[in-house]
């Protein structure tokens, strides 16, 4: 395993402290240490791969958080192999043949990552994505959502940050599941109805 330092306008880490099994606790700066972002091992780097995509609601999935660049995603994952331009220049999709999420970006920033049957190690509070039934999935993030609603397919779980799509279908190939930035499908919320699984 590796651990992995991504640094957001933030100067380099230093001065870790050692702990007997690294593996159990994550290293920690010293006090005298400038702060960082690391993340959980299992987000080990190599040849641009990810091996975990664990979602954090309106935070992050895997090692790339919602607030970040282009060139910030790129240094995480590689550059994309292709991508499709919004609405406006800075409205525009990523797309990685590697095992990645697919990225969306509001006014140049990362808005919502979304990932398909394909990726592998998706999570979301100890809730394996892609590896569990499709409807046993949408029934645990309904029961911790409180609710469902749904809208031409897609069904918005507001407070985890996540939708989902074709989850309660039989081919797993079509299952999806998407993160978003808080406040982003805020104006949509008058197209969902009420649904429960």
């Known amino acids: 395993r590796a651990w992995v330092t991504v640094r957001r306008h933030l100067p380099p880490c230093r001065g870790r402290l050692r702990h007997p099994n690294p593996l159990r606790r994550p290293p920690q700066t010293s006090p005298a240490s400038p702060p960082c972002i690391r993340f959980e091992p299992g987000h080990l780097m190599g040849a641009g791969q ?6 954090v609601t309106f935070e992050r999935m895997g090692p790339i958080h919602f607030g970040m660049t282009p060139s910030e995603v790129s240094g995480l994952v590689g550059s994309p192999d292709r991508s499709r331009r919004g609405l406006t220049s800075a409205s525009f999709t990523e797309f990685r043949e590697k095992k990645a999420p697919i990225v969306r970006y509001r006014d140049g920033r990362v808005s919502e990552l979304e990932g398909f049957y394909d990726l592998p ?14 409807a046993d999935v949408l029934r645990k993030l309904e029961a911790l959502n409180g609710s469902a609603e749904i809208s031409v397919g897609i069904v918005l779980f507001d407070t985890l940050g996540v939708t989902t799509g074709r989850m309660d279908e039989e081919a797993r190939t079509d299952h ?6 808080g406040g982003l499908w805020d104006e949509k919320r008058s197209k969902f109805s009420k649904i429960s699984f």
């Open 121 to 134: 190690k998706v999570s979301f509070r100890g809730i394996r994505i892609f590896e569990e039934d499709g």
């Open 50 to 55: 990810l091996l975990r995509w664990d979602i």
């Open 176 to 181: 999806s599941i998407t993160a978003f930035a």
